[in-house]
Every structure is written in structure tokens, then in C-alpha cells.
């Protein structure tokens, strides 16, 4: 292994962090408008349904952030030790780098299926008012 095996996750690494970012702004949107709409509208209903997704969808992007972040670190901690030359120990920390990026993918793939369970509740909201009498 050499200096450039690890360095080439830095910007696969760094796109995925801020990917993961942007999903929480856009989590933090949600809630924002969420809040709007309980305070507007009085749908308590819609509001409490969707309150527990959006908590477990914060903490599932925690993870895979917290998780991005470590690969991260690992994945520099392994330049530098090949750059000192400690072999075994730069392989170790690039196969956990690669393994907490693999844990991080997986938590990411899990909070897109309960993104599609958040947006199921809205259209069941919606097709519950175009189907009431007018």
C-alpha cells in the first residue's frame, strides 16, 4: 500500500459528508415547515405521525455522519502512518476506515427508506382531503 491508496477515499469521503449534510438541512426544513403548518393549520394528526420519523431520521444521520467523519480520520491517520512507514498498522486503519464508511452507507440507505415513509404520510394526508365531499 502506498500514500495514495488511502487519499483516494479524501474526496469520495468529503462528497459523502456533505451530502449528509445537506440531508440534514433539508431534515431541519422539514421540521421547520412542520411546525409552521401545526401552528397554521391544527393538524395535530399529520404532525404526530410524523414527529417520531423525523426523530429517528435525526439520529440515524448522527450516525452516518459521526461514522463519515471517523472513516475520515482514519483514513488520514493511515497516510500518515504509511508516510512513517508503519505498513501493517496504515493497512489496519484503512480497512477500518473502509468498514466505518460501509456502516455509514448502510445508515444512509436506511434513513432514505424511512424518507419514503415520511413522504407516504403526506400523499395519505392528501388523498384523505381529496377524497372528503366538498
Do not use: W
Not at 393549520?41 to 450516525?63: C, F, S
Not at 498498522?89 to 424511512?114: D, W
Amino acid at each position: 500500500m502506498n500514500l495514495t491508496t488511502p487519499a483516494l477515499l479524501f474526496p469520495a469521503i468529503s462528497l459523502l459528508l456533505l451530502a449528509y449534510t445537506n440531508r440534514f438541512l433539508v431534515l431541519a426544513q422539514l421540521i421547520r415547515q412542520l411546525h409552521n403548518q401545526y401552528k397554521k393549520d391544527d393538524q395535530k394528526a399529520l404532525v404526530v405521525r410524523q414527529i417520531a420519523n423525523l426523530r429517528h431520521r435525526i439520529t440515524l444521520i448522527r450516525r452516518m455522519q459521526a461514522l463519515g467523519v471517523m472513516s475520515f480520520i482514519l483514513c488520514a491517520v493511515s497516510m500518515f502512518l504509511v508516510f512513517i512507514q508503519l505498513e501493517l498498522a496504515a493497512q489496519l486503519a484503512f480497512g477500518l476506515s473502509l468498514f466505518l464508511l460501509l456502516l455509514s452507507l448502510i445508515f444512509s440507505f436506511y434513513e432514505i427508506t424511512i424518507s419514503t415513509r415520511a413522504i407516504e404520510i403526506e400523499l395519505e394526508d392528501l388523498e384523505q382531503k381529496l377524497n372528503q365531499p366538498l
